[in-house]
Every structure is written in structure tokens, then in C-alpha cells.
């Protein structure tokens, strides 16, 4: 709970530096350009992940790390690093086309020769989570998403236009590297320190289960692209973002310190623990996609303006299977703790062949609608894969977890029928749209506190006493 402490501040002061900015580039940066760089991300999210070679796994669940090890890594990452952005770089225009419609050259090549500032900060980020030292992998992070923030919203304010989207990229990821080595020097491995056997296989299953996961969730986008229009890419990935902010912001952060604490703690302790966290998880995030759904279309129009209209409907819907995912995201942390990688690349690649097969018809018929509907129609048979396959090696079914969730699903049950009560009477009433939508996001919060007052209790306080115990000096326990 320390760590998660440290990990959430960290990642809540970074993020909200990072949407902040985000939101003023936005309205600063017109939908086309803003498509052209978030299709552009798409391929460098995929070089990251390629360039980061599942060091991040392999060292978490490698005992003890020698120093060949480590420097064999870094020279991986970083070679690696190097072949992808001199590769983008010498691409010829019509590849570039094909890799990113619409977007510009010249900001993609740029984008990509920034994945070797990020292959420098891949060791030293996975050194610190190791150890388990999460202040200082939460600074890192918060203070390059702060520093490079602020310098693209002065851009953009300046005149810079798109390529302030790209400064803020560029200057994240170079102050990533920088903070992290000066953080992590002193858990390099001494010269001479022999490290514990690698299990085969082990680091390329970390590195294909998060490529593999990456695509899944952003095939969506290159679709929309090639049947679309680059419009729609930048309403859809805003969309996204938003939607799936439970997942990416909350449970990968949280994650973080899962991740490592499942692979030091014994198996007895890892059902208990992953229940707990699972049944937490549900109650802070479930609630949030009812009211986010009754909000969005009075919200959207207002902050953003007319031009992102679009992107109400996908947000809508979206919302829904992100925060099914932010579960599954957490429950998944402890079967790779306890080293059951397999399973999980087993799962997500045929998730990622169905969901691809699915969308192309789905945006060539209902446009980025079509996309959205996709993502919650394929999050349920990924869950009921985890159920079946991934519960048994933790000592779980899915009646344990079904339970675990119960409260969270009736807080949910409690806001859908109190805010579709009240939007079905306002409308009936002949109250404005925006009116409408507001009243029953209301009706919607005051049934969610009702049952948080009531089952939900005992989760809660469960939660406070772990936050308590988040407080003691570690000496006194």
C-alpha cells in the first residue's frame, strides 16, 4: 500500500499534467493534425514495446540480476532502439503513407527518433521497480510529464501548432531517461555479481504478450484510418483515451507495484491479496462509467467545442469496456507475478485475431461507432477466458471473484436505473438535452451514494484500514 501510494500520487500529478495539456493542445490543434499524431503514436507505442524487449518482466521475476545482465540489456534496448528510428527515418514517402495516412512526414520521423531516449530509461525504470523503490519511480515520472507539459502548452500558445504535440513526446521521454539513471545508479549490479538463471523464453513472453496487448487495443485506430477518414481517427482516439483512462492510468499504475509484490510474496498470499485488489478495484472504477456516460454529452461539446461532437457516442460506449479491462488489467498483474505468462499470451492473441477480424466490417458499416461496439462486445470473452483459464493457477474460480465484484456491480445497477429513470422522464417532460442528461447524472450519484452507504461498506472501510497501515513507518511494523 506504500507503493501504490507513491505510484498513485506520482502517476495523478503526472496525468493530470499530461490531460491538461492534452486538452489545451487540443482545442489549440485541429482534429486532422491532431489524427495525423495520434495514428503516428500508434506505431511508436508498437516500437516501445519492441525496443523494451520484456526487460521490464524478466528483471522483476529474475531472483538476483548480475551486472552482464544488466548491461546486456541495455545494450539490447538501445540497439534496438537505433534500428527503428534510422529504419523510419530512410523510409520512402509512399511507406510513411502506408504506415500513417495523413500524417506528416516529417513529424513521424521525428516521433520515432525519440524511441532512443526512450530504450535509455527502459533499465533504469525497471531497476527502481525491482527494487521496489516507487517514490522514486513515481518522481521520475511526475516531473517529466510536468516539465514536458508545461514547455507544450507555452509551444502551442506560441504559434507551434501540431509540432507541440510532438516537442511534449520528445521532451518526456529524454527527461524519463535522464531522471530514472540518476535515481537508479546505485542498483546497478557491483562488477563480478553473478546473477540467478533466466527461464527460457521468459523476457520474450513478457515482450509478445505486451505487443500483442498493445495491438488490440489500437487496431481499432489503423482501421479507422484506412477505411475512414483521419478525422474520425481523432475523435476516435480521443474517445479511447478518455475511456480507457481507468485502465491505462489506474490499474497499469497500480500495477506497477502488483506486479513485483506478487512475484516476492508466497502462493497462499497471492488468492487473498488478488481478491482484495480485484474487489477494490471494482468499487473505484465500476462506479465512474454510469455517470461518465450521462456526462459526456453535456461535457464534451462544452470543453472541447462543436468540432468533437463526434467522438460523443464512441466516449459513451467506450467508457463501458474500459473499465471491465481495468479489472482484468489488475487481476492479470498476479498470474504474471507468479511467472504464468503463457496463458496470458495464449488469451490475448486470439483476442487480438477476433477483435481485428470484427472491427473491419464494424467501421466499414457504423464508422467509429461500429469501432466502440466492438471493444464491448470482444471485453466479454476475454473475460471469460481469464475465468477459465487464468483463475486455476491462482487458487481462484470465477464464483470467488464474481463475489468479490458483487459490490461494485450493484452500486452500478443502483446509477444505471436511477439515471435512465430520470432521462426517460425528462425527456418525456420536454426538458432541454443538456437539462436531461444532467438530472439524471444527479439521480444516477445519489443512488450510487445510497448503496456505497449501505453493501459497500465493509469494502471501504477495508480500503481505509489499508491506506492506515500505508502510513506507518515501515521500523514500527
Given at each position: 500500500?506504500?507503493?501504490?501510494?507513491?505510484?498513485?500520487?506520482?502517476?495523478?500529478?503526472?496525468?493530470?499534467?499530461?490531460?491538461?495539456?492534452?486538452?489545451?493542445?487540443?482545442?489549440?490543434?485541429?482534429?486532422?493534425?491532431?489524427?495525423?499524431?495520434?495514428?503516428?503514436?500508434?506505431?511508436?507505442?508498437?516500437?516501445?514495446?519492441?525496443?523494451?524487449?520484456?526487460?521490464?518482466?524478466?528483471?522483476?521475476?529474475?531472483?538476483?540480476?548480475?551486472?552482464?545482465?544488466?548491461?546486456?540489456?541495455?545494450?539490447?534496448?538501445?540497439?534496438?532502439?537505433?534500428?527503428?528510428?534510422?529504419?523510419?527515418?530512410?523510409?520512402?514517402?509512399?511507406?510513411?503513407?502506408?504506415?500513417?495516412?495523413?500524417?506528416?512526414?516529417?513529424?513521424?520521423?521525428?516521433?520515432?527518433?525519440?524511441?532512443?531516449?526512450?530504450?535509455?530509461?527502459?533499465?533504469?525504470?525497471?531497476?527502481?521497480?525491482?527494487?521496489?523503490?516507487?517514490?522514486?519511480?513515481?518522481?521520475?515520472?511526475?516531473?517529466?510529464?510536468?516539465?514536458?507539459?508545461?514547455?507544450?502548452?507555452?509551444?502551442?500558445?506560441?504559434?507551434?501548432?501540431?509540432?507541440?504535440?510532438?516537442?511534449?513526446?520528445?521532451?518526456?521521454?529524454?527527461?524519463?531517461?535522464?531522471?530514472?539513471?540518476?535515481?537508479?545508479?546505485?542498483?546497478?549490479?557491483?562488477?563480478?555479481?553473478?546473477?540467478?538463471?533466466?527461464?527460457?523464453?521468459?523476457?520474450?513472453?513478457?515482450?509478445?504478450?505486451?505487443?500483442?496487448?498493445?495491438?488490440?487495443?489500437?487496431?481499432?485506430?489503423?482501421?479507422?484510418?484506412?477505411?475512414?477518414?483521419?478525422?474520425?481517427?481523432?475523435?476516435?482516439?480521443?474517445?479511447?483515451?478518455?475511456?480507457?483512462?481507468?485502465?491505462?492510468?489506474?490499474?497499469?499504475?497500480?500495477?506497477?507495484?502488483?506486479?513485483?509484490?506478487?512475484?516476492?510474496?508466497?502462493?497462499?498470499?497471492?488468492?487473498?491479496?488478488?481478491?482484495?485488489?480485484?474487489?477494490?478495484?471494482?468499487?473505484?472504477?465500476?462506479?465512474?462509467?454510469?455517470?461518465?456516460?450521462?456526462?459526456?454529452?453535456?461535457?464534451?461539446?462544452?470543453?472541447?467545442?462543436?468540432?468533437?461532437?463526434?467522438?460523443?457516442?464512441?466516449?459513451?460506449?467506450?467508457?463501458?469496456?474500459?473499465?471491465?479491462?481495468?479489472?482484468?488489467?489488475?487481476?492479470?498483474?498476479?498470474?504474471?507475478?507468479?511467472?504464468?505468462?503463457?496463458?496470458?499470451?495464449?488469451?490475448?492473441?486470439?483476442?487480438?485475431?477476433?477483435?481485428?477480424?470484427?472491427?473491419?466490417?464494424?467501421?466499414?458499416?457504423?464508422?467509429i461507432e461500429g469501432a466502440a461496439v466492438v471493444h464491448v462486445a470482444s471485453v466479454v470473452p476475454l473475460a471469460l477466458a481469464y475465468a477459465r483459464w487464468g483463475l486455476p493457477p491462482l487458487g481462484l474460480t470465477a464464483a470467488d471473484v464474481g463475489r468479490a465484484l458483487r459490490p461494485a456491480a450493484l452500486v452500478v445497477m443502483a446509477e444505471?436505473?436511477?439515471?435512465?429513470?430520470?432521462?426517460?422522464?425528462?425527456?418525456?417532460?420536454?426538458?432541454?438535452?443538456?437539462?436531461?442528461?444532467?438530472?439524471?447524472?444527479?439521480?444516477?450519484?445519489?443512488?450510487?451514494?445510497?448503496?456505497?452507504?449501505?453493501?459497500?461498506?465493509?469494502?471501504?472501510?477495508?480500503?481505509?484500514?489499508?491506506?492506515?497501515?500505508?502510513?506507518?513507518?515501515?521500523?514500527?511494523?
Amino acid at each position: 500500500m506504500r507503493g501504490a501510494s507513491w505510484v498513485g500520487l506520482g502517476h495523478v500529478v503526472s496525468q493530470l499534467c499530461w490531460f491538461s495539456s492534452l486538452l489545451v493542445l487540443a482545442a489549440y490543434v485541429a482534429p486532422e493534425a491532431f489524427g495525423g499524431v495520434a495514428l503516428a503514436m500508434v506505431g511508436l507505442q508498437v516500437a516501445w514495446l519492441v525496443v523494451g524487449a520484456g526487460t521490464r518482466g524478466s528483471f522483476v521475476v529474475t531472483p538476483v540480476l548480475g551486472r552482464a545482465q544488466v548491461r546486456r540489456a541495455l545494450i539490447r534496448n538501445v540497439g534496438l532502439g537505433l534500428l527503428v528510428a534510422v529504419g523510419v527515418a530512410l523510409l520512402p514517402r509512399g511507406a510513411v503513407d502506408t504506415l500513417a495516412p495523413g500524417a506528416d512526414p516529417l513529424v513521424l520521423r521525428v516521433l520515432f527518433a525519440s524511441v532512443v531516449l526512450y530504450a535509455l530509461a527502459v533499465v533504469p525504470l525497471a531497476l527502481l521497480q525491482k527494487a521496489m523503490r516507487f517514490r522514486q519511480h513515481a518522481l521520475v515520472h511526475a516531473m517529466s510529464a510536468a516539465l514536458a507539459s508545461a514547455g507544450s502548452v507555452v509551444a502551442v500558445v506560441l504559434g507551434a501548432g501540431v509540432w507541440a504535440l510532438v516537442a511534449r513526446q520528445v521532451a518526456f521521454q529524454a527527461l524519463l531517461a535522464l531522471l530514472a539513471w540518476r535515481w537508479s545508479r546505485d542498483l546497478v549490479p557491483r562488477p563480478g555479481t553473478v546473477g540467478s538463471p533466466v527461464r527460457r523464453g521468459v523476457a520474450e513472453g513478457f515482450a509478445a504478450l505486451a505487443l500483442i496487448s498493445f495491438l488490440a487495443l489500437n487496431v481499432d485506430s489503423v482501421v479507422i484510418a484506412h477505411i475512414g477518414d483521419i478525422e474520425g481517427v481523432g475523435l476516435y482516439a480521443l474517445a479511447f483515451t478518455i475511456a480507457f483512462a481507468p485502465m491505462t492510468q489506474v490499474a497499469w499504475q497500480v500495477g506497477k507495484v502488483l506486479f513485483p509484490a506478487a512475484a516476492h510474496s508466497e502462493p497462499v498470499a497471492v488468492a487473498g491479496r488478488g481478491l482484495k485488489a480485484v474487489r477494490l478495484a471494482g468499487l473505484l472504477m465500476w462506479p465512474a462509467a454510469p455517470l461518465a456516460v450521462l456526462l459526456v454529452p453535456v461535457v464534451v461539446p462544452a470543453v472541447l467545442g462543436q468540432d468533437w461532437r463526434g467522438m460523443v457516442v464512441p466516449l459513451q460506449v467506450l467508457v463501458v469496456a474500459g473499465s471491465v479491462h481495468a479489472v482484468i488489467a489488475i487481476l492479470r498483474e498476479f498470474l504474471l507475478g507468479r511467472g504464468v505468462i503463457g496463458v496470458s499470451v495464449r488469451i490475448e492473441a486470439v483476442w487480438l485475431a477476433g477483435t481485428t477480424l470484427a472491427l473491419v466490417p464494424a467501421v466499414a458499416w457504423a464508422g467509429i461507432e461500429g469501432a466502440a461496439v466492438v471493444h464491448v462486445a470482444s471485453v466479454v470473452p476475454l473475460a471469460l477466458a481469464y475465468a477459465r483459464w487464468g483463475l486455476p493457477p491462482l487458487g481462484l474460480t470465477a464464483a470467488d471473484v464474481g463475489r468479490a465484484l458483487r459490490p461494485a456491480a450493484l452500486v452500478v445497477m443502483a446509477e444505471a436505473l436511477g439515471g435512465a429513470a430520470m432521462l426517460v422522464a425528462s425527456r418525456w417532460v420536454g426538458l432541454p438535452d443538456d437539462a436531461a442528461w444532467s438530472l439524471a447524472a444527479l439521480t444516477a450519484a445519489a443512488g450510487a451514494a445510497a448503496v456505497l452507504g449501505t453493501v459497500a461498506r465493509p469494502v471501504l472501510l477495508e480500503g481505509r484500514a489499508a491506506l492506515r497501515s500505508a502510513r506507518v513507518p515501515a521500523g514500527a511494523r
